[in-house]
């Protein structure tokens, strides 16, 4: 019986391969006719929306997608065809910050011209995303099923982002371009971009040039201020932000190798793990003013390369014992009475904070911030939960605002085994983290109501010690749009049913096609004959 109801369930909802789910979807029963559909801005002038026009029009010219449960379906009778796609917008600002809406409605008749209505150019983004995927290919007659079509649609989060460390390993900026499609595809609208650690450090700098310099792996893996702005605005085109982090005090060894003054426990061997969470350790020296002052100049520089309203200071995994071990850690001490290395932390974490304040950012930290330390952020700071589930209700009842990362549900890196080659287990965050598993995760668990809008965002990280571009898709997708979805369209439909992996494999299928055929490398997620024959692969 099991079984029978699910295949009902599966079979009902064939037609509607949507993802992430819209918050209102009506249809009817007309089949139309979509061979060249033209897509017309009506009352704007915005560069951005006319180059998402173009873009769509470029990728819904190329693409001929038949959902894999229809490939045995005969072209159907039409009773109608589709005109001109008809876009319009309140307004042709292009700010794009967490306040910035991507609400849309999208209406699609039973025959003559669509609408696609928003209040902002990237709210029309969104919108001609989900009317490319309402396109359906079947003997290669393309068609637009369940018409009249009413769709009214708008996120659930105002952060949806993936988290990159390209540090660890690089990734060429023809790559990340690559990816900042595909998360277009699914409507997640934030890179957090790890762009420097322990490492190296790829990224260009004015101020200190010695960094990458010194700090890259080659002069052919390193980001220019070119590459940063062109990243910068390819996001920007796809509405979607980019979130820098420059991690610190910890995870600094590479500053190190140009400023050994500035930085403590430099790559301590052979206990490196007395010392630090991965190898190579060395930390900002918290007892020198140098050190304060070069992370200062830092953020000074790098806020305004980076145009977004948020920067991400890091301030995860510091190690107490590398400052306590440290001679001149221990000199200061001895000559100030009343201090510590807790009170040098905040000390250091208040004037790192007091700068990306004084360039008028908002600050993003890691929550060991927040709950490893005396320090007391400003209350507008964005806390990155990632140690604990628990993290994102205990952040939002200090009155903080959180972006759900926990490592349980949304690291994608897990599942790979140690990669110490003198250890031969699991990593600390295994086992792999299954696309059912990320979609099961509830990021509003034990927040109240009242608290619930404090948890303003969802974010899946891929660390990079086992990933570099030959593995890259294949990490992020499609257990990434499983995340998107949630952060899009919440856990559960217009009636309060909790949606189930069970329920929207089919949908997940279509996305998966559909994102390879786009040059995607996703990730199969079953089978092609369990794709084929929706609800035949359930466990009874």
């Known amino acids: 019986m ?43 002038y915005s560069p951005l929306l006319n180059g998402a026009i173009s873009r769509y029009t470029d990728i819904i010219a190329k693409e001929r997608f038949t959902p894999p449960a229809d490939y ?32 849309y409605t999208l209406d ?26 309402l396109l359906d290919t079947l003997e290669g007659k393309r068609v637009i ?67 990458q310099q010194n700090g890259a792996y080659g ?14 605005s390819y996001g920007q085109e796809r509405g979607i932000r980019i979130i820098p982090e420059f991690d610190m005090p910890g995870h600094m060894y590479i500053v190190g190798e140009t400023f050994p003054k500035i930085v403590s426990c430099m790559d301590k061997q052979p206990n490196w793990d007395k010392y630090a969470a991965e190898p190579p350790s060395g930390q900002l020296n918290i007892a020198k003013t140098d050190a304060s002052d070069f992370a200062i100049k830092l953020i000074n520089e790098y806020t305004k390369l980076f145009t977004d309203e948020v920067f991400h200071l890091g301030g995860d995994e510091v190690n107490r014992n590398c400052w306590e071990e440290d001679p001149d850690v221990k000199e200061y001490l001895k000559t100030h009475n009343n201090a510590t290395v807790e009170t040098l932390l905040s000390d250091f974490y208040t004037k790192v904070h ?71 287990g699991n990593s600390w965050c295994d086992p792999y983290k299954t696309w059912q598993h990320i979609y099961k995760f509830n990021p509003w668990a034990n927040v109240t109501e009242a608290e619930r809008k404090l948890v303003v965002g969802a974010e899946v990280a891929l660390w990079s010690e086992q990933s570099d571009e030959t593995s890259l898709d294949n990490y992020l997708w499609p257990r990434s749009a499983a995340m998107a979805e949630i952060a899009w369209s919440g856990r559960t439909d217009s009636k309060g049913h ?23 490398n996703a990730e199969p997620l079953q089978p092609l004959w369990c794709a084929r024959n929706p609800g035949h692969c359930l466990l009874p």
């Open 2 to 44: 099991k079984v029978a109801l699910s295949l009902l369930g599966f079979l009902s909802c064939a037609a509607a391969g949507l993802w992430p789910y819209p918050a209102v979807y009506d249809t009817s029963n007309a089949t139309i006719a979509a061979d060249r559909p033209l897509i017309v801005a009506m009352n704007s």
């Open 72 to 103: 045995k379906l005969k072209a159907p009778q039409t009773s109608g065809e589709l005109g001109r796609l008809l876009v319009e917008v309140e307004s042709d600002s292009e700010d794009l910050n967490m306040e910035t809406d991507e609400s």
């Open 108 to 133: 699609i008749p039973a025959g003559g011209d669509a609408s696609l209505k928003a209040k902002t150019v990237y709210g029309a983004m969104r919108g001609l995303e989900t009317f490319s995927q």
């Open 145 to 211: 099923r369940d018409t009249p079509v009413h769709i009214k649609d708008q996120p659930v989060l105002a952060h949806r982002g993936i988290s990159l460390d390209t540090s660890r390993n690089y990734y060429p900026v023809s790559l990340l371009k690559h990816t900042l499609d595909a998360m277009s595809y699914n409507k997640i609208n934030v890179l957090h971009w790890h762009i420097v650690d322990a490492q190296s450090w790829p990224v260009e700098s004015k101020t200190y040039p010695e960094l």
């Open 219 to 232: 002069k052919d893996m390193q980001y220019s201020y070119s590459d940063v702005r062109d990243i910068i």
């Open 354 to 424: 007091g700068a990306v304040k004084n360039q008028k950012k908002i600050g993003m930290s890691w929550e060991e911030t927040l709950f490893h330390s005396e320090y007391v952020p400003p209350k507008d700071t964005l806390i990155q939960t990632w140690i604990d589930e628990q993290s994102i209700p205990k952040t939002v009842q200090k009155g903080y605002r959180s972006i759900a990362s926990p490592a349980s549900a949304y690291y994608l890196d897990c599942g790979h085994g140690a990669w110490l080659p003198n250890f031969d």
């Open 498 to 520: 909790v949606r189930t992996p069970e329920e929207v494999v089919q949908r997940m299928h279509d996305q998966r096609f559909r994102m390879v055929g786009r040059g995607v």
